[in-house]
């Protein structure tokens, strides 16, 4: 132990009422503390009702100043709750507030004890483990980087267009990267939006032709991310625009290419394989950008060397068959992902016989059956192209809420099944069945809209569907398609016969999810969605300084909420942006060049690419900007070359003897 | 050369007996070798579980326990029977799964001077290791006498596609593996929507109207796709489907005629072979008129294929097969 | 005399996961054993095996180490390897003649409360079994992992 | 051990009365039951190809379990309908073992003399009864000893399937004896000493 430094200690227990108090003899603890850690150099051990007050601060701040205190333990709740509380206050009294340590009594004591004996000796160990490690802290200071003014914003979606167009608004400038030939995303697709029903279109289209005329936002459709380096404040992007095989500055978007090709292949993207596009084609009447892309597959002249229609019939000679993709370097202060969501592959349930069954379609096919600009203009017929269903089943919860695929909740399904139901009931007087686990409609206007389909007439069954069959056991099941289900609520197996079933197929991460997120150095939840900073506290943050997120890629959420996070996303990079410089949590890992030998094995180990190996020196170096802090460098290290701040070895090992220290002392009566 | 452990079961030796021909019939050619457990003994069907767990299990994993000390150059033991198969594959993932069943287990083992460590052995069906060992082209090859014009409904049963433990099968519900094999042998096989569904296990014996109903739905369902006769993997429902269609006729005052065969037979026909050698006309159901179809040229059959990819309207997904999609699966 | 022994057990947090199931089990008033003295680190990926060694030399009759769950790392994937050390460690610790059950990997993500009280629980109760530490001589037999790792496969 | 009542338990959390049912029929059951998961979705109902003859649901039984009413569960014939398809085991969303359940279910109102007027206990117990003597099952002493306690009306309308049966050799007169069966029933001996707890 290090009594050489002569640092003067402060503790400070904290009743919280009787939260504390309550379970650990506050008043017993800091007498202790005050005596038996005298040499750690405790100099004063007060104990106060509530030490977060003002008055406590004042308290803390005023034996800094009249008794040179050089570290203070404050015992008290959580340091995710109050430590920053307590370092303000040690900076305000001139004491470097990296300095102060918390000693959590009332989480991990009095909260989960019960004797108090016992938790008072528990909370007697964890001061001496804070006090002997407060010694071993030493004066940090905030790190400053600049902050470059431009943005990245990956993903086209609703999600990414708000949080665009926000930034561009506020006076700085946007980059906007699209994988598709158009922004829009899944939104576009739709045909009316729930709870009030008004036109996807209608509200979408708007905001996706400011986005694409906004004087401070570059578009950059067709094109994927294909390198991030750098960090906060100054990252470096590799943005790969693919070929359209079309020149922009010369087209003018008049789709006559499009009319004139000749090849015609189902579109499985926008139309969700329910209807075809051409091999040169935009992907919808209201695209953004207007100009069309090439489908190389899918191209004749790419296959066969001949044909060309398109180039033929194009007025301005925009085609340009030798384009080639361009690779464009961008440097950027903040990135937001709002990259979406796919959706579930319906085939997987294989009852429910999708892929299998003609008329049994996915809530995105359905989408643009009922889209007024769809394959059948927005009329709602069986996979024969013309039969109108006299009677339809929406089945709830279509690859969510099942281990046997994805365990989570969807979240729009409900929804949307209600919306399917009042479009089915409006355009075909069909029966409607919804079968449901639980309806989940809690948002503002959500339930009225559930009383309203009510009212329509749809059909509930609370039962998860079992199969749906084309083998009839009766007469009337006879041509028709027939869900099997417990109707839970009758406790009976029902056998219901429908024209046309529709899978609410839930919402999954992008397949490439996990891929993208190690390129922008940011986590995935087990399922698969990127993780936030903090779920409640810091939805739309990561933990990559610089790097947000909005939208579905978040988890699945509705439009509203896409919307709010989009924007609020924003507002926490223009808080960047608008502050110049940002300061880093000084916890970070340093290499001692004098120690290292180069062996480069932590090299590998930083998921941030901190580590870079000096060749000229033959040692390795850490880019403080980069390191997140979180250690596994300085614990690899075998020539011990790496110390981390904050949690340096010798504050652990410290606090590990602290923490021991009553072991060690000999047992009293 | 394919070599396996086999665990044969009761029903092997007598109502399944024509199973059991066919079978060894059918070995030499696919050049497999089966090597039958010493003194294996039963199961315990559905029965035993539903008495007394640890004894049931006991009773199956001394066949497991027994087949370890043969196992000179395979760990695979292949059951014909899906009863059997279930049961031999759930007492081995059981055991894994449940620690406490495991020691139990091993400690009535004991007493008869035997051990079993779960996961020793690998436990599959006889189908399974036709169509993903030997494979499907090494039996195209062996086909003299194709199938061509043989109306086939493939009746895989519950208890092999479910529950599945090991993911060996294409899907839980619409498996592909007997129509692939059926197809390879120049079979029509019909669209089978019932292909998994249940027939009737033990209802046969305790709750024959039970019985009956799902007996008459899968006979019934063959018949309406114009099956000439149903392929089975498995002797319990060849004898539910088989042996009770006359009873079940009864009941129903029904008349249908649907010859249930064990895949194995169709297989040795296809090879060429005699009839009587592979148990053909053991069943109670005759397959007379059924395999009168076979040689005979029938002009091009009008495809069975599945009603879904149709020219005009609207586009189908292509289907998906679950084993490929979890070798590919990202996740 | 295992009855009136109370093991002393050192535990190692992860500040974003197993630190806040800490908290959680606080807040939610969950009652566990207190015999576990908590450090919390920026991540379970800082474990340098030595700690444990310092703890169990120092006093501790246990260590516990806590982590995110496997592919919720806030620092991507470090709690793999800390994964891979526990494991390692466990060797070395066989090898030194203590059992290596006196270590275990606990993932409690921020929301499992309930779980890190029961784990803990459980682990004090595991220790109060095997008794207080005392250093065996070193086993010599190579130090292999005795029982099958029940964890998530650690990723080549 | 279900994780959530194993972690209750171990949190020294308060384990409702209600719950211990649930928790015995979990801890009988051969795998992890997963049975306290359930979330009452009817998916095992709605698979169910014998349902229409069950006097209560699966789904609706695991509630009954959960509500600790022990005899109305026990005395319920659903376990002996259970044809053992495991429609519901592969679509359940939660996992919970159902069929495995079932067997448990039957073996506990065997034990408490609950079960209905079903026949399925006998054959069971004859089938084990033939297992037990001769290693191996015996289908024809089976058929005639069960068919005649129970349907004796139906052997008539089953006489030609016999006849065929036998006459076809599918049915052998004579039962197979395996060799070891003093080792069998050693096992066998054991292992009923044997209950699966905790």
């Not at chain 1, 340009?320 to 709002?338: H, K, T």
């Not at chain 1, 839970?488 to 609410?504: C, E, W």
């Not at chain 1, 120690?595 to 998921?607: A, D, F, V």
């Not at chain 3, 793999?80 to 059950?101: C, D, H, Q, S, T």
Request: proline share 5%.
């Amino acid at each position: 132990m290090s009594e050489k430094k002569q640092e003067r200690v402060g503790v400070y227990v904290c009743h919280c009422g009787t939260n504390i108090a309550g379970t650990v003899d506050v008043v017993g603890l800091a007498r202790w503390a005050g005596e038996k850690l005298k040499h750690l150099g405790v100099v004063v051990a007060r104990e106060y009702k509530f030490m977060c007050s003002s008055l406590g601060q004042e308290l803390i701040e005023k034996d800094i100043k009249e008794l040179g205190l050089t570290r203070v333990v404050v015992a008290a709740c959580s340091p995710h709750l109050h430590e920053k509380t307590f370092r303000t206050a040690a900076k305000n009294a001139g004491l470097n507030p990296y300095l102060v340590e918390l000693a959590s009594i009332r989480e991990q004591v009095s909260w989960v004890h019960t004797d108090k004996a016992v938790a008072t000796e528990k909370a007697k160990a964890v001061v001496a483990g804070a006090v002997s490690r407060v010694i071993e802290n030493v004066p940090l200071e905030e790190i400053k980087v600049p902050i470059n003014p431009d943005t990245l914003i990956v993903g086209g979606g609703i999600a990414g267009i708000q949080s665009a167009l926000e930034i561009a608004n506020a006076g700085f400038h946007v980059y906007l990267v699209e994988r598709e030939p158009s922004i829009g995303g899944h939104m576009a697709q739709f045909d009316k939006t729930f709870p009030t029903l008004d036109c996807s279109a209608c509200i979408l289209t708007p905001r996706m032709v400011e986005a694409g005329t906004h004087p401070n936002i570059t578009l950059m459709t067709w094109s994927e991310v294909v390198n991030v380096s750098g960090y906060v404040g100054s990252f470096h992007v590799t943005v790969k625009k693919k070929a359209r095989f079309v020149n922009e500055e010369l087209c003018t978007g008049c789709a006559i290419c499009q009319e004139k090709c000749p090849k015609k292949v189902i579109d499985d993207v926008f139309e969700a394989g329910l209807g075809y596009r051409k091999a040169i084609y935009i992907p919808f009447a209201q695209a953004v950008p207007k100009f069309p892309v090439m489908d190389k597959e899918n191209c004749t002249y790419f296959i066969k060397g001949t044909c060309k229609a398109c180039e033929k019939f194009c007025p301005t000679g925009a085609i340009d068959f030798n384009q080639q993709d361009q690779y464009v370097d961008l440097d950027v202060g903040n990135i937001i992902l709002a990259t979406g969501y796919d959706l579930f592959d319906a085939r997987r349930v294989s009852n429910y016989g999708y892929g299998r069954l003609p008329n049994v379609f996915t809530n995105l096919e359905f989408e643009r059956l009922s889209n007024a600009a769809g394959p059948t203009s927005g009329n709602i017929v069986l996979r024969d192209g013309k039969t109108t269903p006299k009677s339809v089943g929406i089945i709830h919860c279509v690859g969510s809420r099942d281990k046997n695929f994805n365990n989570y909740c969807s979240v729009i399904c409900c929804m949307q099944g209600l919306k399917f139901a009042h479009l089915v009931h409006e355009r075909t007087g069909a029966t409607v069945y919804n079968f449901y686990i639980d309806m989940r409609t809690a948002y503002k206007a959500y339930d009225e809209f559930y009383q309203r389909v009510l009212e329509e007439g749809t059909l509930f069954v609370r039962g998860k569907v079992a199969e749906v069959t084309d083998v009839a056991r009766s007469e009337h099941e006879k041509g028709k398609l027939i869900i099997q289900v417990e109707d839970t609520l009758a406790g009976k197996q029902r056998r219901i016969p429908v024209d046309m079933v529709i899978l609410s197929s839930g919402l999954q991460p992008r397949h490439d999810a996990k891929a993208v997120g190690k390129q922008f150095g940011i986590s995935c939840s087990t399922d698969g969605w990127f993780t936030e900073k903090h779920p409640k506290l810091d939805p739309v943050a990561t933990m990559t300084e610089g790097i947000y997120i909005a939208g579905c890629a978040q988890g699945p959420k509705d439009i509203p909420s896409s919307v709010a996070q989009g924007a609020a996303a924003s507002a926490r990079v223009l808080d960047k942006i608008l502050q110049k410089e940002v300061a880093l949590e000084p916890i970070k890992a340093s290499v001692d060049h004098d120690k290292c030998s180069g062996c480069r094995i932590c090299n590998g180990l930083c998921p941030f690419n901190a580590i870079a190996f000096i060749e000229d020196d033959q040692v390795s170096d850490i880019n403080p900007a980069l390191c997140q802090g979180c250690g596994t460098c300085v614990a690899a290290c075998p020539a011990g070359a790496i110390s981390g701040t904050g949690f340096s070895d010798e504050q652990i090992m410290a606090q590990i003897d602290g923490l021991l220290f009553l072991n060690l002392l000999p047992v009293e009566a | 050369m394919n070599k396996y452990l086999l665990y044969p079961g009761c029903s092997m030796e007598s109502s399944a007996k024509a199973y059991m021909q066919s079978l060894n019939a059918i070995l030499e050619p696919l050049d497999v070798q089966l090597e039958e457990i010493e003194d294996w003994n039963c199961c315990g069907a559905t029965e035993y579980l539903g008495i007394n767990l640890v004894p049931a299990y006991s009773l199956i994993a001394r066949n497991l326990a027994l087949a370890t000390k043969q196992m000179n150059g395979t760990r695979t033991v292949v059951a014909p029977c899906s009863a059997c198969y279930l049961n031999l594959a759930k007492a081995d993932y059981y055991m894994r799964e449940r620690p406490a069943l495991d020691v139990k287990v091993n400690e009535a083992l004991a007493a008869g001077g035997l051990q079993y460590k779960p996961g020793t052995l690998d436990v599959r069906h006889l189908i399974d290791v036709l169509v993903y060992d030997v494979g499907l082209d090494a039996i195209k090859e062996k086909v003299s006498r194709p199938l061509t014009g043989l109306k086939v409904a493939p009746y895989m049963g519950c208890m092999l596609p479910r529950p599945d433990y090991k993911h060996r099968w294409s899907d839980h519900e619409h498996p592909t593996e007997l129509n692939d094999l059926l197809l390879a042998l120049g079979a029509e096989v019909i669209d089978y929507p019932l292909t998994t569904s249940c027939c009737g296990g033990h209802m046969t014996q305790i709750g024959p109207e039970t019985a009956f109903e799902l007996i008459r739905r899968l006979v019934a369902g063959a018949d309406e796709r114009g099956a000439h006769l149903m392929a089975t993997v498995c002797p319990m429902c060849q004898l539910n489907l088989d042996a009770y269609q006359g009873e079940m006729n009864g009941f129903f005052g029904t008349e249908y005629h649907m010859p249930v065969l064990f895949f194995t037979q169709l297989m040795g026909l296809a090879f060429g072979k005699d009839p009587d050698e592979l148990g053909i006309g053991l069943e109670l159901v005759s397959s007379r008129g059924a395999l009168a179809n076979i040689g005979v040229k029938v002009t091009q059959p009008e495809s069975a294929g599945p009603r879904r990819k149709k020219e005009e309207g609207l586009p189908m997904p292509p289907r998906l097969n679950k084993r490929q999609a979890e070798k590919e699966a990202v996740r | 005399m295992t009855e009136n022994f109370e093991p002393t057990i050192i535990g190692f947090t992860c500040n974003w996961c197993s630190y806040r199931a800490a908290d959680l089990a606080g807040t939610a008033r969950m009652k566990y054993a207190p015999n576990v003295r908590l450090i919390r680190l920026m991540c379970s990926g800082r474990l340098d095996p030595t700690f444990v060694l310092r703890a169990l030399a120092s006093g501790a009759d246990g260590v516990m180490i806590t982590g995110c769950h496997p592919g919720e790392c806030h620092y991507i994937e470090q709690n793999y390897k800390a994964l891979r050390r526990y494991l390692l460690l466990k060797r070395v610790l066989k090898g030194m003649g203590i059992e290596p059950e006196r270590v275990k990997l606990v993932w409690a993500s921020a929301a499992e409360g309930a779980k890190f009280a029961s784990e803990t629980t459980a682990f004090v109760e595991e220790i109060r079994k095997l008794g207080p530490l005392n250093w065996g001589k070193p086993s010599d037999q190579l130090p292999i992992i005795s029982e099958p790792v029940q964890h998530e496969e650690v990723p080549a | 051990m279900p994780q959530m009542t194993d972690e209750r338990v171990r949190a020294g959390l308060s384990c409702e009365e209600d719950l211990s049912l649930l928790y015995e029929v979990s801890t009988k059951t051969a795998g992890v039951s997963h049975l306290e998961m359930c979330i009452q979705c009817g998916s095992c109902g709605g698979s169910c190809p014998a349902a229409a003859d069950m006097d209560h649901t699966p789904r609706m039984l695991f509630a009954m379990l959960r509500a600790g009413m022990r005899e109305d569960v026990l005395r319920s014939n659903t376990p002996w309908i259970c044809v053992s398809c495991y429609h519901c085991v592969v679509r359940c969303p939660q996992e919970v073992h159902i069929t495995d359940v079932m067997y448990t279910l039957k073996g506990m109102a065997i034990k408490a003399k609950l079960y209905q007027d079903s026949t399925a206990p006998h054959f069971s117990q004859t089938f084990v009864g033939m297992v037990e003597t001769y290693g191996r099952g015996f289908e024809l002493g089976l058929a005639s000893r069960h068919y005649l306690r129970y349907f004796p009306l139906r052997l008539p309308g089953m006489a030609p399937m016999g006849f065929g049966m036998i006459t076809k050799g599918r049915m052998p007169l004579v039962p197979h004896k395996i060799k070891h069966m003093t080792q069998l029933k050693a096992i066998l001996k054991r292992a009923k000493q044997l209950e699966l707890t905790s």
